[in-house]
């Protein structure tokens, strides 16, 4: 069983920045990969970005490259999501998934475990 939480979500004006945590407990893969997806009502849940379990590759939709960057702590057994020149229409809730895997993945039926989502909420 593995258990993730995600953290880091508020209120924050266009062009402002935050960072988002997603903390793993519980059994862990070998080999994971962790996605960030996002939601807002009435649209579906949409790709943001990936890393793989060595942290060496990441990959990210196109509405987010370029300001948005995921890392991890290994020590920590935390992965972020720092977003910067944010804009009104990354309102929604993010959500960090992972799944045994090796490459990255970008469609939400390729994810086994999924948090409870934290809200981001940008103002124009």
């Known amino acids: 069983q593995v258990q993730l939480v995600e953290s880091g979500g508020g209120l924050v004006q266009a062009g402002g920045s935050l960072r988002l945590s997603c903390a793993a407990s519980?059994?862990?893969?070998?080999?994971?990969?962790i996605g960030w997806f996002r939601q807002a009502p009435g649209k579906e849940r949409e790709f943001v970005g990936a890393?793989?379990?060595?942290?060496?590759?990441?990959y990210y939709a196109d509405s987010v490259k370029g300001r948005s960057t995921i890392s991890r702590d290994n020590a920590k057994n935390t992965v972020y999501l720092q977003m910067n020149s944010l804009k009104p229409e990354d309102t929604a809730v993010y959500y960090c998934?992972?799944?045994?895997?090796?490459?990255?993945?970008?469609?939400?039926?390729?994810?086994?475990?999924w948090g409870q989502g934290t809200q981001v909420t940008v103002s124009s």
């Open positions: 890393i793989t379990r060595s942290g060496s590759t990441t």
């Open positions: 998934a992972a799944v045994q895997s090796i490459v990255i993945l970008t469609r939400e039926r390729e994810y086994e475990y």
């Open positions: 519980g059994r862990t893969f070998s080999s994971a990969t």
